[in-house]
């Protein structure tokens, strides 16, 4: 469930056009999907947090991500209450889609195929979150 004390951001898909790189806008806002591989933060090991690449809310801490083989960063649980999720039709087995609870931009897709404890993978696209290392600010939230 998402944490009410999350004030929502909303904010046009034009604005978020004009601030994010095209890469990102087509993830985030578009719900497109980076090729597997192709993200640096698959590899990431460092302790730290991943936060939205729109609006900077905090998502998953890296002690939830695990090598999954996919080629998309991986976790086993999101900070409790800062993502949403939808049923996703698109395909003929659907998926279920899950996005920023504050700002709406899309993540990924989870799956109940991840390890203990939850057994649920969030498979989500490295370009639509950033690292931020252990011991280093959080960045401040986007308005
Ligand atoms: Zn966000």
Not at 55 to 79: D, H, M, N, V
Not at 88 to 101: F, G, N, Q, S, V
Not at 110 to 129: E, L
């Amino acid at each position: 469930m998402t944490d009410p004390k999350i004030a929502k951001l909303e904010k046009s898909r034009a604005e978020w056009k004009k601030i994010l790189p095209p890469e990102r806008y087509a993830v985030l806002f578009e719900e497109g999907t980076e090729r597997p591989f192709s993200s640096a933060l698959y590899e990431e090991k460092r302790a730290g947090t991943f936060v939205c690449a729109a609006c900077r809310l905090p998502l998953f801490e890296s002690a939830a991500k695990y090598e999954s083989g996919t080629g998309w960063p991986s976790f086993f649980q999101p900070i409790p209450g800062h993502l949403a999720t939808q049923r996703d039709l698109k395909l003929i087995a659907p998926r279920t889609e899950y996005h920023c609870a504050r700002c709406g931009a899309h993540q990924g897709h989870v799956f109940d195929d991840g390890p203990q404890p939850t057994g649920q993978r969030y498979c989500n696209n490295g370009i639509a979150v950033e690292f931020v290392p252990e011991g280093e600010p959080l960045p401040k939230l986007r308005e």
